[in-house]
């Protein structure tokens, strides 16, 4: 794994721990946009493979649908993780009066778990080969 790759992994992994800590402690919005951060900056982990990246996060969430969900390299339903975490991160930061609720934040806490699982599992198995 080179070292974009690598650092762009461990990012998200801090990401991931941050967004339990604002889990646990009750801080759901915040926790979310964590939660969307530790996906986003893994699915760059991905696109630094390629040496690919792109200043909106719409331009990676694009690249990523087109070279890893629709030719199968992933699961479709992690295009449905990346969507959702996007619209509701967005809706958290610019949304005045959105509640975010407990099981928000923990389904998409499980979700990016997930998520970086997947992604990590995927990088170690190019290493490999």
């Known amino acids: 794994m080179d070292n974009l790759m690598k650092y762009r992994l461990d990012n998200a992994r801090e990401k991931l721990e941050s967004a339990k800590l604002l889990l646990d402690a009750g801080k759901y919005r915040d926790s979310i946009g964590r939660s969307y951060y530790a996906i986003f900056t893994a699915v760059r982990a ?17 690249y990523f ?23 509701i991160r967005n809706s958290c930061d610019y949304d005045d009066f959105f ?27 190019m290493d490999k080969e």
Not at 65 to 87: C, H, M, P
């Open 46 to 62: 991905v696109l630094a493979n390629d040496k690919v990246d792109f200043s909106k996060h719409s331009g990676v969430i694009a």
């Open 99 to 125: 509640i975010a609720s407990k099981q928000d934040a923990e389904e998409q806490y499980s979700r990016a778990m997930e998520f970086y699982e997947e992604i990590q599992k995927d990088l170690l198995n």
């Open 65 to 87: 649908q087109k070279e890893y969900i629709k030719t199968g390299k992933f699961d479709v339903k992690y295009s449905r993780y990346l969507q959702t975490a996007f619209q």
